[in-house]
């Protein structure tokens, strides 16, 4: 699903990436773990297409990130740390106008499914600017799948969350996964990586420090793993 060859992202002077080669299968559900600053959002978003390799290849389910940008955004969802949501907009409004932009068929009824989903019926058609943090949160979680992706790129999607939407997440991404739909999840939450996630991928540096299979209730091994790379970082 996604095949990274030396990729690099310079900013100004500073080098953020320093030559990642990664591999992702399909159906894979993917934790990316790491420090501050490691580069981990600078990722995903070049594999979103929202900000161009200063060098390397990322192909995307074949397509060449530098000449079918407009095929690899369709066959994902991508949900950043900011919500991406039109805060006048109510949920429903605000999944509607994604969705045709994506061409989803039935959109109306699709939207309101998944508000349903992510526990928001009641606040269908209210403007999300009234909304909690961990509302938003759930809004954005049914934006970024209106479309059915094949990729969902997720940056630290359970922040803010209660328990109830974290398993609501959760279920989504595996949902989702057994569908066939391939998952990166950026996350300093080392226990949702565990419980959702089949593989570890750690950044440090702009680089790949570990990348491990993980079964679940591994939380140990990922605990240790990570503090074997991190140790002596802030
Ligand atoms: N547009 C930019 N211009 C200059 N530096 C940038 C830019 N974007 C990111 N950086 C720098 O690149 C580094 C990596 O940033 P990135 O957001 O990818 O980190 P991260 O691993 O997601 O961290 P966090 O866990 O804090 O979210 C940081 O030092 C950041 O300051
Ligand atoms: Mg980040």
Do not use: W
């Amino acid at each position: 699903m996604i095949q990274i060859k030396k990729l690099t992202k310079q900013a100004d002077t500073k080098l953020i990436l320093r030559g990642i080669d990664l591999s992702i299968e399909k159906g894979e559900t993917v934790a990316i773990l790491g420090p501050n600053g490691a580069g981990k959002s600078t990722l995903l978003k070049v594999i979103a297409t929202l900000i161009k390799p200063s060098s390397g290849e990322v192909k995307i389910n074949g397509f060449d990130l530098k000449k079918n940008s407009q095929d690899i955004k369709k066959l994902m969802g991508y949900l950043p740390h900011s919500s991406l949501l039109y805060e006048h907009y109510s949920p429903l409004e605000n999944l509607v106008f994604f969705g045709n932009l994506y061409g989803v068929k039935g959109v109306e009824e699709k939207a309101i499914k998944l508000i349903k989903d992510v526990g928001l019926s009641f606040f269908l058609k209210e403007p999300v600017k009234n909304f909690s943090r961990g509302m938003i949160q759930r809004t954005a979680i049914a934006r970024a799948i209106i479309h059915d992706p094949e990729l969902l790129l997720l940056d630290e999607p359970h922040t803010g969350l209660d328990q109830g939407a974290i398993s609501i997440l959760n279920d989504v991404i595996l949902s989702m996964k057994a569908k066939g739909a391939t998952t990166l999840m950026v996350t300093h939450d080392f226990k949702q990586a565990a419980e959702i996630c089949d593989r570890i991928i750690i950044i440090k540096n702009g680089q790949v420090a570990d990348d491990f299979k993980i079964d679940k209730n591994q939380l140990d091994l990922l605990t240790e793993k990570y503090l074997q790379h991190t140790e002596g970082v802030a």
